[in-house]
């Protein structure tokens, strides 16, 4: 009986670590993005080309986000200036949170009991026989959030205001702050931003500080 009992509780023991590796993935800082973009090759991939950023609103969040872009756009080649009337290209950023979308992991564990007995064989010798009898499933549910999130890039020639370069990216993760993906988002966007016009791209990208 206290076999039985301790093989039960080996079951859960296993279940709840099971439980706990689900918890670590969901916890990752890793996460999967889409990039879809939309480029004239010709008049946007020229090395050294001005770029001014137009911010969406005066506050701090805007201007943090748009330092992240200016790094970017430095490292792809650009030359960023405050005067936008003195930029070739005017690249404008958007950022976006959604809503958070509850999901729930289900582990189901089967658990025994196991009986043991001891029976005495014709020829006198007695032997153990083991029964193991299926109680059911022991059911544990892991609720987590999935958060949302886009960021979007539009660049355009100033004199003309025609579109260079359009990229979205996308993703759906664990980590629901902006201020924590518009980092790792930009960077996915950029690994692309010479791909052919109309590619839509996969990938993971880390959130450490989320």
Known sequence: MLRGIMQISSVRTLASLVLLAILTVACTPTQPVSVTQHNRINSFAVAGSTVAIESHDDSLRSADFDKALA?????????VVDDISAARFVARLTTDVQEGV????????PEYFVRRRLVTLQNGNQVVDTERIYLGDR???FRYTLWPAVVSLTVTERETGKPAFEGEVTTQGSCGQMAA???PMLDALFRNL?????????SYVEVPTC
């Open 102 to 109: 509850e999901k729930e992991h289900v582990v189901r564990t």
């Open 194 to 202: 010479r791909n052919e016009s109309g590619t839509v791209s996969s």
């Open 139 to 141: 059911v544990d549910r």
């Open 181 to 183: 993906l518009v980092g």
């Open 71 to 79: 790094q970017r756009l430095r490292t792809a080649g650009f030359s």
